[in-house]
């Protein structure tokens, strides 16, 4: 003879609450973290309210973000043309005039990949950097020290590198722009029948000057999201070694997301205005 056991309620309510704990737990870890976001760009933008404190940083971290990385910057410009060109050309048909590899060059660079893999590629270098940088002042504790000398770290720290990167990421974008457009000229004139003047042709071809501006407006905010997302990080590092390297990778990857969302939001509001 079997016995039959009919589960209680209280079999059943244990994984709900179970659930519903975690949901509540992760939803105060979202609104937590935004918070901490919040009150830290808070203290970014009351540094503002005080220049000598930030004003001789950010000269320096110009150099360091935007000088510095002017190598680099070229180098993956050169390529990005060249590739660029050779795709452009490539995918032609047969009646297709010369002249559009131009416009395609052009929209191709100016509008989308030269101020989202400059962006990406600075990401990698200065935005890694300025993690490690601050996360190591917060584990050997010169941060609390200057905190006991009465300094606004994040003013000293954070709001320099955010003014350098607002002010070094258009121009390494519009230098970058430039570099690519050259280097996609040359590889056509060297390795295709394009001509110059079916390339300058093409470049001319429904250009308005927004198609330069909107690619400004778009470094403009990546820098902004790069410093902010890299700041933070370090700023907030944990303790050792691991700490900073747990806080650079995932800094890392954090303004690499951001700079896709802001790329993608910016689209979504300005690229109506740039047909010709």
Not at 20 to 29: E, Q, V, Y
Not at 146 to 162: F, I, N, Q, S
Not at 170 to 175: F, N, S, Y
Request: net charge positive; hydrophobic share 55%; charged share 10%.
């Amino acid at each position: 003879m079997t016995t039959s056991v009919t589960p209680t309620t209280a079999t059943h309510a244990v994984p709900r609450w179970a659930i519903l704990t975690r949901t509540t737990r992760t939803a105060r870890g979202l609104l937590g973290a935004f918070g901490a976001r919040a009150y830290f760009g808070r203290d970014v933008a009351r540094a503002f309210a005080q220049p000598a404190g930030w004003w001789e940083e950010s000269i320096r971290q110009m150099r360091g973000i935007g000088v510095d990385s002017l190598p680099l910057v070229l180098i993956v410009a050169g390529f990005l043309g060249g590739v660029t060109a050779f795709q452009s050309y490539y995918q032609l048909f047969a009646g297709v005039q010369l002249s559009v590899l131009g416009l395609l060059v052009r929209g191709s660079i100016v509008l989308e990949l030269g101020p989202l893999i400059t962006a990406i590629v600075l990401c990698g270098r200065v935005g890694a950097r300025m993690t490690a940088e601050i996360g190591t002042m917060r584990v050997t504790e010169q941060i609390d020290a200057l905190e006991t000398l009465a300094y606004d770290p994040v003013g000293h720290l954070a709001t320099p590198r955010l003014v350098a990167c607002l002010v070094m990421f258009p121009v390494l974008v519009l230098i970058a722009n430039a570099t690519a457009i050259l280097v996609a000229w040359a590889t056509l004139l060297a390795a295709t029948p394009v001509t110059t003047t079916d390339y300058v042709a093409g470049l001319r071809l429904a250009f308005v000057p927004f198609q330069v501006i909107y690619g400004l407006i778009k470094a403009f905010f990546f820098g902004g999201a790069v410093a902010f997302v890299c700041s933070y990080e370090g700023y907030v590092t944990g303790a050792g070694a691991e700490g900073v390297g747990r806080s650079t990778a995932r800094a890392v990857v954090a303004a690499s997301m951001s700079i896709l969302v802001v790329d993608a939001l910016v689209a979504a509001a300005l690229a109506r205005y740039v047909s010709a």
